[in-house]
């Protein structure tokens, strides 16, 4: 598909989206073009809305994660380059995964825990929106977003343990 | 296989005025089959006036029995008898426990093979005689040819599992408009009727698989968020339990099959009686053993508790992947004979503290929303609905180390398409083995193998070097095709597959040729009798396209497919098959690029309400 994502689903090219509207048309465009639409049209409609109806399946699953919107937004301007971690992160990092090995049974702990990784989700989100939305300085961003990146990971072992 | 339609006589002949369709419901206990009747889902009796078709066939000899019938044989010779053929489907023989079946199973090169006094037969085969006697009721009912079904398969199926039913409908002759699974089918069939918002969990627990749906319901909208299961989990392992307790207590000898057979039948009927009463008197002899016996609720409860606990299991792997905790489930429906089973709604009701849905008939609502969706999709009914459903279960292929390198991750909307990139391992290696495997384990044996392909011609380069691009694709039905090429050079080794198991499409065919004994001109003159159909149909949505849309065609474009019309209207006007079906593709595949601009146009119009700009794709 050529087409952007975003003017795919009318929306403006930004981190900071209305996730509502997202879902919103994601949902029109599907009641107009999902093969169960086509299940008694010509063989072309019926590759055709195949085709159009899985792209906007994956259209819809890249904007809706905000890391994978935010790497679409990078990859619109080219600029997917590998930047290193600093190393006062990666060090925060074996802090933080320490931290979660000696309270994985701890269910109090890991709530406490999950509060602080939160927190620092949201943070990074908002600094994700300021470089990407405001700033455009694509290169800060990619770092923001591996952070990011591992901060979702770890908040998913975290709900693990809690389960 | 397109089917022909017949009118009633003084009728209109327009072939899309009311398409004869019912969906189906293939279980592993029972199956039925249902269509939208003067506008409301209906179950089709069979020929006793039950709504049920028990799932058991029959072979003797020279005589197939279904339904009734062959259960009957079921104590006296159960050899020949097969039940709960839905848990052999799409497997192999290292799948099954050969003890839970008194058959004589057999490896038969992928397939299973059940031995019995017809031969050598496979559950796709077995599968196909319900399914027959489920189309001939039908159509009895509707006085005249299936133009198409729906036919529902547990959500938890796998690949090979829903392969191998479509197969069988295919050799039942039945044209499948699609596979869905059945929690979602019967989320349809209660959300009609209610028409409720908000977020639901379908609990499915039938006579041999258990399905766990989460689903969002909004407008005319049923999206599955999450599923779980087991395909292996359901009423006949209550039973087993009961049977298990027994075979302890009165040293029953378990090898004998007749014996085990009549253990099974007692344990189902205790079952079944401790769903309406507190307790249950048992006093039978089985080859010379007496078995006294009075089972409670309670007792049952503890028999089956590690059963339940996996149900329980299952339902909160499904939240937490679909991203919610219990107290946000605006409802509970509880699908499936076994979910009768007091102790089963006590468990659910106790996990989501609220009370359950199940005014409908548990046996029949996945079949009755099964029937709408296929009226839905001959374009019957004027519902406003749309499902979209998800893989129930990782794809993924085999990496070094037999890892399995995930794809596509459970629980993704379809249609799906996803790719990655894989490169090679040796200096000058020239082919690759993809092995396609399906589950959430990280290592290969403990996932399905779904299929095996060597992707050959890989220009020889340095180790790692080489870029091969695996893309795998799952449709509607939920069924998986691959295609994998080598993207570095333009020398592109591609290759496509679509996994298949056990029967291949030329012994389907085979198999088909042998159950319809037409004459060779009656193959014929009805081959061409379809092909005219589909010909006068493309013919007619062409037109239509053009009246509506040929503003978005270039001058050449227009021409060219008014040409490819024309050409098509005169190939008509002989009776020559190829000719006709050679126009029918040529105008198809011309009108391609006017398809997508034509659903581009109405994607714009539906967000918009008016067309601002083109949207290209």
Redesign the interface.
């Given at each position: 598909m050529t087409q952007n994502y975003f003017e795919l689903f009318n929306l403006p090219e930004k981190f900071q989206i209305n996730l509502e509207k997202l879902q919103e048309n994601y949902r029109t465009i599907q009641k107009e073009i999902h093969p169960d639409r086509f299940a008694m049209a010509t063989e072309s409609e019926k590759i055709q809305s195949m085709i159009k109806s899985t792209q906007i399946n994956d259209a819809y699953q890249a904007l809706k994660s905000p890391i994978k919107r935010a790497k679409y937004i990078l990859s619109l301007h080219k600029s997917l380059k590998k930047i290193p971690l600093p190393p006062d992160f990666l060090m925060q990092q074996m802090e933080w995964e320490e931290h979660l090995d000696t309270i994985s049974e701890n269910k109090n702990e890991l709530n406490k825990f999950k509060f602080i990784i939160n927190k620092e989700y949201e943070q990074y989100s908002l600094l994700l929106e300021t470089q990407i939305d405001i700033n455009q300085d694509w290169d800060e961003a990619a770092i923001t977003i591996d952070k990011l990146h591992f901060v979702e990971k770890l908040l998913n072992k975290i709900n693990i343990s809690l389960n | 296989m397109a089917l022909l339609q017949i009118s009633e006589p003084g009728k209109s002949t327009m072939p899309?005025q009311h398409?004869r369709v019912v969906g189906i419901d293939l279980g592993t206990t029972n199956s039925l089959v249902a269509s939208v009747i003067s506008g409301s889902p209906t179950i089709l009796k069979q020929i006793d006036g039950s709504n049920l078709l028990p799932s058991v066939v029959h072979y003797s000899k020279d005589k197939i029995l279904v339904g009734k019938d062959a259960k009957n044989h079921l104590g006296k010779d159960a050899e020949n008898t097969i039940s709960s053929v839905k848990r052999l489907i799409g497997k192999t023989i290292n799948d099954v426990n050969k003890d839970h079946f008194p058959l004589n199973l057999a490896d038969g090169d992928g397939v299973i093979n059940i031995k019995t006094s017809m031969g050598i037969k496979n559950p796709i085969e077995v599968s196909a005689e319900i399914l027959k006697t489920l189309k001939i009721v039908a159509e009895n009912k509707l006085c005249g040819e299936l133009m198409g079904s729906v036919v529902t398969v547990p959500a938890y199926f796998d690949d090979a599992q829903r392969q191998a039913t479509k197969d069988a409908c295919t050799l039942a002759g039945l044209n499948v408009?699609?596979l869905i699974n059945e929690p979602t089918a019967a989320a349809v069939a209660y959300g009609l009727d209610k028409k409720p918002r908000g977020c639901f969990v379908v609990f499915d627990l039938g006579g041999g698989t258990f399905d766990v749906s989460i689903l969002n319901l909004?407008k005319?909208?049923f999206?599955v968020l999450a599923t779980h299961g087991d395909a292996n989990l359901g009423g006949d392992d209550f039973d087993q339990a009961i049977v298990n307790f027994l075979n302890d207590k009165y040293k029953l000898n378990i090898t004998d099959i007749e014996i085990q057979s009549i253990v099974s039948i007692l344990a189902r009927e205790i079952k079944e009686s401790l769903s309406i009463k507190k307790e249950v008197e048992v006093l039978k002899k089985i080859s010379g053993i007496e078995i006294k016996e009075t089972f409670t609720q309670e007792q049952f409860k503890i028999l089956v508790k590690g059963l339940i606990n996996q149900t329980l299991k299952a339902t909160?792997s499904a939240l937490?992947d679909a991203k919610l905790n219990n107290e946000q489930i605006d409802g509970v429906i509880m699908v499936g004979g076994s979910t009768r089973m007091p102790c089963i709604q006590e468990a659910v009701k106790n996990l989501f503290k609220q009370e359950l849905h199940n005014d409908l008939n548990p046996d029949e609502v996945v079949a009755l929303g099964a029937a709408t969706q296929a009226n839905?999709?001959?374009?019957n009914g004027q519902e406003?609905l749309?499902?979209?459903d998800v893989t129930p279960l990782s794809l993924g292929i085999e990496t070094i180390g037999s890892i399995v390198e995930r794809i596509i991750p459970r629980n993704?909307?379809?249609?799906?398409?996803?790719a990655q990139e894989f490169t090679t391992y040796k200096d000058g290696q020239t082919a690759m083995i993809i092995h396609v495997v399906q589950g959430e384990r990280e290592l290969v044996d403990d996932c399905r193998s779904l299929a095996k392909f060597t992707l050959k011609k890989i220009p020889p380069m340095v180790a790692g070097a080489a870029k091969i691009k695996v893309t795998f694709?799952v449709?509607?039905d939920g069924l998986l095709s691959v295609s994998a090429e080598e993207t570095t050079t333009n020398a592109r080794a591609t290759i496509e597959v679509k996994p298949s198991y056990g029967l291949s499409e030329d012994k389907i065919k085979a198999m088909l040729q042998s159950s319809y004994d037409l004459a060779e001109e009656d193959k014929a003159s009805r081959a061409l009798a379809e092909t005219k159909v589909e010909a006068n149909?493309?013919i007619e949505?062409?037109q239509k396209a053009l009246d509506t849309d040929k503003d978005l065609l270039s001058e050449s474009e227009l021409t060219s497919i008014k040409n490819d019309l024309s050409e098509l209207i005169d190939s008509l006007k002989s009776s020559n098959n190829d000719k006709i079906k050679e126009a029918t593709?040529k105008l198809?595949?011309q009108?391609?690029s006017?398809?997508?601009k034509?659903?581009d146009r109405?994607?714009q119009k539906?967000?918009?309400g008016k067309s601002i700009n083109k949207?290209?794709?």
């Open positions: - | 899309h398409r408009l699609r909004s005319g909208l999206e909160k937490h839905i999709l001959a374009g406003d749309l499902l979209l993704t909307t379809l249609p799906v398409a996803m694709h449709d509607t149909q493309l949505l062409t593709k198809n595949l009108s391609e006017f398809a997508a034509r659903m109405s994607i539906a967000l918009t949207l290209e794709f």
